[in-house]
């Protein structure tokens, strides 16, 4: 299969085989603006099988030197069908100039049979509807990261990853009121709810949580579990 192709296209089936030898590994990638593109890039790099489809062909053109690449419009059934969509593991939409387009993409990828499907929403009533038509996972990456800043200029965190659901990941120094404690003796997760995932001393490799580990004053903890709790634990 060559780098870039546009539809209406056929590939063959050993063509086909040859690239997406895995199928529940294959990913299609819809939309090549900044985010849509750094997500196939990424997952090309780490060796993922992906397709990145774009209906512009400026933009096909650019990525397809270093991506596979289709130009094609899946708000198009026939153009879906035409790229054998259906056979793609995992799909992620990342149309973010259209709700219409992003929303009708995601119904039909969803049609065509793909389960596990990523959806970039620009706003939470669009992150509302794709998640009402099936998509299972959907990203605000401009909210998302905004909290995240949000969070690190506060100051109270030296890192911040929320979860789906409720629990969030967060990097800080160690409590005053659990220096020189191990994990296990200072009772961590049965007085706060919140798990140490990892512990890391300056100059020295990041260490996983075991109840063995002994706390210091200048050590980064690395914690999860949901906001109150986390709260709660760097409160004391």
Do not use: C
């Not at 509302?128 to 605000?140: E, F, K, M, S, T």
Request: aromatic share 4%; net charge negative; hydrophobic share 40%.
């Amino acid at each position: 299969m060559s780098a870039h192709q546009e539809v209406p296209y056929a590939p063959d089936v050993s063509e086909r085989d040859g690239l997406m030898a895995d199928n529940n590994r294959s990913v299609l990638v819809v939309g090549l603006g900044r985010f849509g593109s750094s997500v196939a890039s990424t997952l090309d790099e780490l060796g993922q099988d992906v397709l990145a489809v774009d209906k512009d062909p400026v933009l096909v053109n650019r990525w397809s030197s270093t991506i596979p690449t289709v130009q094609a419009d899946m708000t198009d059934v026939l153009a879906v069908e035409q790229i054998d969509a259906g056979t793609f593991g995992t799909a992620v939409v990342a149309i973010g100039d259209s709700v219409e387009a992003s929303v009708i993409a995601t119904g039909n990828l969803l049609d065509a049979g793909i389960t596990d499907l990523w959806a970039k929403s620009v706003s939470k009533e669009h992150a509302r509807i794709l998640q009402r038509i099936g998509a299972r996972h959907v990203i605000n990456a401009e909210m998302d990261a905004g909290k995240r800043v949000g969070h690190l200029v506060s100051g109270d965190y030296l890192d911040y990853i929320e979860l789906e659901g409720p629990h969030t990941v967060v990097k800080i120094h160690t409590p005053a009121q659990v220096v020189g404690y191990s994990v296990g003796d200072a009772r961590i997760h049965s007085r706060y709810g919140v798990t140490v995932v990892a512990v890391q001393s300056p100059g020295q490799e990041l260490q996983y949580g075991s109840k063995d580990i002994v706390m210091h004053r200048n050590d980064e903890l690395v914690i999860m579990g949901k906001q109150d709790q986390i709260d709660h634990f760097m409160r004391g």
